[in-house]
């Protein structure tokens, strides 16, 4: 557990549409699939590998929300944008299911940005963040709304 | 940290378009929203009070995702359904913030289903779930599509 905040220096004026941000890895193992079911998506499919092979999962998988929550932490830390990373939505789809002992990336492109017309300082920038797994395979798809700033001073 | 399954007893011959399914409450306070912060969305506004205070949220605000999280379980057990809900996708907004200390509930609505064509013993629907604080604002709104199964045998 690390609660340093991820400080960044990106600011509307350094970034542009198409440009992509790519993370580091991290890998999930069973212990973490299960605590993190547990506390917040306690399904079978989610809990024991067992009970979860007669599903449509065919053993245990990840809670998408914990993929999602990983992603989150890995676009953080890869697109250190000054004033934060700050969503006004966000549409996902799961197109397989993470899985115990997967190892996780994400990778970012800036789709558009949209000067805000009321407010000059600030921007919305639409992203679409892909997770891949270890065999390259896209594990969630993103798109979020996201506040971007100007430099200030 | 409960790792028993949720298990639920309804299908899609149970459920109809209209129906609401309301989930029991559950609370958050300033250790929760940094431990979150911390292991998943590790930005200042989300970590710590003095440091959110010149930032669009104005005070320490827990991360989108440790909402959407939350609104997860209450949902996980308000609509227990017999083989789990398996979202194929979802669009979430977050109209405000959630704050330590806030009491969150979620009401849920099934918007639309239809029946697979290609599988007779399948559906979508379409869910809509809004997230309140303890002062009736909501706090996350969110619509997802969910795979339902007819009772068998």
Known sequence: MCAE???????LDD????EVFRS???SLDTEDVIAFAGRFDPQR???DDAAAKDTIFKGLAASGWHTAAITMRLLVESMPLADGLIGAGVEITWP???RPGDTLRAETTILDIRPSRSKPDQAMATLETL???QNG???QRMQ????LYRRRG
């Open 5 to 11: 905040a991820v400080t960044g220096t990106l600011y």
């Open 15 to 18: 970034v542009k549409v198409g």
């Open 24 to 26: 580091r890895e991290q």
């Open 45 to 47: 499919f989610h809990l």
């Open 96 to 98: 397989r299911p993470t």
């Open 131 to 133: 997770t891949y797994n």
């Open 137 to 139: 395979e896209i594990v």
């Open 144 to 147: 979020s709304k996201n506040v």
